[in-house]
């Protein structure tokens, strides 16, 4: 972190007291990374001219690490063939994500100046579906033959190495693009030249469909410790990979999406400081409005017990205390099965098991609390034993209820096609703020004899 500030230090300075030799000199030692993050946090119009000093070999490089809206201003700012040659410079699939984003005048007259490869890897990367595998592909990658020899292959990697994701490993292939298996550069190293691809390639090759979702594909990933994977379509020709930079942004993405559905907020893929006071409010208000109404139902059960309430007023202290700790109890649970989920380790037909553990967690832990709560509740409250009793085993059931409903109700949305993450804190606390209301007054009103 303070690395990065003397960066911008630097840069800043050598931008503002104008000495643009130096500063292409300065940012040629650099990180692209470490230029990007730089140029983030500058005005559009600093960015723009600092992009412009740049040595054009890492331009495009820059471009890449750059933040979408930073990406946008600086496409639309540069003249056709300054924009083309960026495109021309990224891989396919960033460029991709960026004409995503781009509207549709800018993309047509981008495409316009394209040279016929790129545009037909660009056109060919549009076609698949948002968030699928497809999608996220990148076209440049090193194919091979079973036929090759060793020296042929180690030929065509320096041919078309250069322009390729990653060269660690190559992909072979027949005459009808089907994948047929892997072989990783440093076989081809230590093997002699006149050996036969075919005969020592691995064939054992694991590969993710186009439109397979890119979730899946991430965790595809994790599971083999892969760097790179091959793509395939239905007939399983091989038509582009993926690799560990594009999964990294990918389980970033998904992480960021489900803790803003967790906290009640409508997911948006922009940057904290990018995305506007009303559209924040418009990502935010929908929720807060529905958990408003819904928390009625908690004022309706309050209203209906009043006079119970009015005929024993020290059980009013107490419901803060309980609609809480429900909430919590309910939290942990729903936020450890959501995450189950997400990682594959939970699944709808593991619901039995994780019942099982929660009711077991739920009754120790309810436990625990009612005993340490009846305690407090003798001895600093001075509290009756039976109001005691009714808090306590009112607790204890709340937990109980609580961590049931936080545990059932993931499994039950992911099964019927729902994100998981949207049965997190804010709703589960609203149904445990009823449940524990109904359950304290009903105890209330039988065990106090109180008229309800």
């Known amino acids: 972190m303070e690395e990065e500030i003397r960066y911008e230090t630097v840069l800043r300075e050598l931008l503002e007291t104008r000495q643009y030799t130096k500063l292409r000199q300065t940012a040629s030692d ?19 001219k600092m992009f412009r000093i740049l040595p054009k070999d890492m331009a495009a490089d820059v471009f890449a690490n750059l933040e979408l809206d930073d990406q946008q201003y600086i496409i639309q700012s540069l003249s056709d063939k300054e924009a083309t040659n960026i495109i021309e410079n990224l891989m396919s699939d960033d460029a991709t994500d960026l004409l995503e984003e781009m509207p549709a005048n800018v993309v047509k007259r981008i495409l316009a100046n394209a040279s016929p490869e790129t545009r037909a890897d660009i056109n060919h990367l549009l076609r698949y579906p948002e968030d699928s595998a497809g999608s996220l592909m990148t076209v440049e990658y090193v194919d091979l033959r079973e036929d090759m020899t060793v020296a042929d292959a180690i030929a065509r990697i ?36 006149d050996a036969v691809i075919g005969d020592f390639m691995n064939e054992n090759v694991i590969s993710i469909n186009t439109m397979t979702d890119q979730e899946e594909a ?53 940057p904290y400081f990018k995305v506007g006071i009303f559209e924040t409010y418009r990502k935010r208000m929908p929720w807060l409005l529905l958990l408003m109404i819904s928390a009625a139902f908690t004022g309706a059960i ?44 939970i699944e709808f037909k593991d619901t039995f098991r994780a019942v099982w553990k929660e009711i077991l967690v739920s009754i120790l832990c309810g436990v625990t609390l009612a005993a340490t709560n009846f305690l407090k509740m003798m001895v600093m409250d001075r509290s009756t034993v039976m109001i ?65």
């Open 30 to 48: 650099m990180n692209v990374a470490d230029i990007a993050a730089v140029m983030d946090d500058m005005e559009d119009e600093e960015s723009l």
């Open 158 to 193: 320096r041919k078309i190495g250069l322009d390729s994701e990653t060269v660690n490993v190559c992909y072979v292939v027949d005459k009808e693009r089907i994948l047929k298996g892997t072989v990783a550069l440093r076989y081809l190293i230590i093997m002699q030249p």
């Open 218 to 270: 991430a965790h595809m990933f994790q599971k083999y410790d892969f760097t790179a994977m091959p793509v395939v379509d239905n007939e399983d020709r091989m038509v582009g990979i993926i690799t560990i930079d594009d999964v990294v942004d990918i389980m970033q993405e998904e992480a960021t999406e489900d803790i803003e559905k967790m906290a009640a907020i409508l997911p948006t893929d922009k």
């Open 302 to 345: 309050i209203s209906r017990y009043e006079q119970a309430l009015s005929a024993c007023v020290i059980l009013t202290a107490y419901i803060p205390m309980l609609m809480d700790t429900g909430g919590n109890a309910g939290s942990q649970s729903s936020v450890s099965v959501i995450r189950g989920i997400s990682l594959g380790e």
């Open 388 to 452: 005691a009793l009714v808090v306590c085993i009112t607790l204890l059931l709340v937990v109980f209820f609580s961590k049931l409903i936080g545990c059932v109700l993931p499994l039950v949305a992911d099964r019927i096609g729902f994100d998981p993450a949207v049965m997190a804190s804010p709703l589960i606390t609203t149904i445990v703020d009823t449940i524990s209301l109904v359950v304290y007054f009903f105890l209330a009103t039988h065990l106090l004899n109180l008229a309800a």
